[in-house]
């Protein structure tokens, strides 16, 4: 299955300002994806990032918000803009290759926001 | 669109009891099922997945989990529960676009 670097693994940073989490897959991947973990809560999903093209997002999120990019088959990033305190979360990218699997998961980042 | 439903958030156990977690689905289609396991401040780790082959899926650590078609339902259990079992559990599907959604979680506590 194919092996993630995720970085950074945590950050504590201001409101207002935004910050830049990366997903590094060691391998080409077919499907992205970015969720969150809210403190003490599940994993939702936030949006499918698509290689070369805008990223699908689910309800609740914008691009504006949380702009994301693909630009090839093993990286990608999801920017968390403007931050406000209800931002900090674990932000966590997920990929598979469609029709062999397994789902991989990275180690997460832990954003706070002060 | 599919969604998972954990009908406990807390399960309590003593260590060497069974362990039984639930969990009911809802999906359009024939959907793929996980359990994943989240130790205290550790990332995913996949217990078992059901992907349309057997119905009684095992998977590691001692887990099992069996796909219940007519009731909705992929339960997780494990004979005998072991300190290190303590965690927060995800029951976990996917339909054919591959998103996943996750359940609430229910966390798991062993008492010695």
């Known amino acids: 299955s194919a092996v993630i670097s995720q970085k950074p693994s945590r950050d504590i940073c201001q409101r207002g300002t935004s910050l830049t989490i990366q997903c590094q897959v060691d391998s080409q991947v077919t499907m992205m994806f970015w969720y969150r973990q809210q403190p003490g809560q599940s994993l939702t999903l936030i949006a499918t990032a698509n290689q070369g093209s805008e990223a699908t997002y689910e309800s609740g999120f914008v691009i504006d918000k949380f702009p994301i990019s693909r630009p090839n088959l093993t990286f990608s990033t999801l920017t968390v803009s403007n931050m406000s305190p209800e931002d900090s979360s674990i932000y966590l990218c997920?990929?598979?290759?469609?029709?062999?699997?397994?789902?991989?998961f990275g180690s997460g980042t832990r954003l706070t926001v002060v | 669109a599919q969604s998972v439903t954990q009908l406990d958030s807390h399960v309590s156990v003593s260590e060497g009891t069974p362990v039984l977690l639930r969990c009911n689905y809802s999906?359009?289609?024939?959907?793929?099922l996980f359990w994943y396991v989240q130790h205290p401040n550790k990332g995913l780790q996949l217990l078992l997945k059901?992907?349309?082959?057997?119905?009684l899926v095992k998977g590691i650590n001692g887990f099992e989990a069996e796909f219940k078609k007519s009731e909705t339902s992929f339960h997780l259990t494990k004979p005998s529960a072991h300190m290190s079992d303590a965690a927060e559990y995800f029951c976990v599907v996917t339909n054919n676009d591959y998103k996943l959604s996750f359940g609430a979680g229910t966390t798991v506590t062993v008492r010695a």
């Open positions: 059901y992907t349309s082959a057997a119905t």
């Open positions: 999906s359009s289609y024939s959907p793929s």
């Open positions: 997920s990929v598979v290759q469609v029709t062999q699997g397994p789902y991989t």
